[in-house]
């Protein structure tokens, strides 16, 4: 059997039978059973108490201020338009800032090398606690 074969086959099906339905009887049969048996009435969704309303407009109201906020923070340091604290060193070139820089002292605790780690096994629940707490921010 073709393909054409079958569809032509499958558009007869039920020919006959939908020739014998009385479009009327079956409207009236239809609208009888909906007489008898009603609808279920189902209760409407609980109304949100309008308190949470409020509490979530407030909250969306805050994180749009924070983004906001945090978007137009001051220009940062880095930004060419930024003006530094001391304006007397924005004129001088890479070489006298250097010279500069070389001048001020450096503090003793910046040149002593980094004490050794302890392994996490060998730390007391005080340590332990400060870790997490320096890991946290």
Not at 36 to 50: G, H, I, K, T, W
Not at 80 to 101: K, N, Q, W, Y
Not at 104 to 121: H, K, N
Request: aromatic letters at 2%; glycine letters at 4%; charged letters at 25%.
């Amino acid at each position: 059997m073709t393909e054409a074969e079958l569809v032509r086959t499958a558009a007869r099906l039920g020919i006959a039978q939908a020739e014998t339905l009385d479009p009327a009887r079956v409207a009236e049969r239809v609208l009888a059973r909906l007489a008898s048996e009603p609808a279920e009435v189902r209760p409407l969704p609980r109304r949100v108490a309008p308190w949470f309303v409020g509490l979530a407009a407030a909250a969306a109201l805050l994180v749009v201020l924070r983004l906001t906020v945090l978007s137009t923070s001051p220009t940062s340091p880095t930004s060419p338009s930024a003006r530094s604290v001391l304006h007397e060193l924005d004129d001088l070139g890479t070489g006298e800032l250097e010279e500069i820089l070389e001048t001020i002292p450096v503090p003793t605790a910046a040149l002593s090398p980094a004490p050794e780690a302890a392994p996490l096994s060998e730390l007391d629940s005080i340590h332990l606690e400060r870790l997490l707490r320096s890991l946290e921010g």
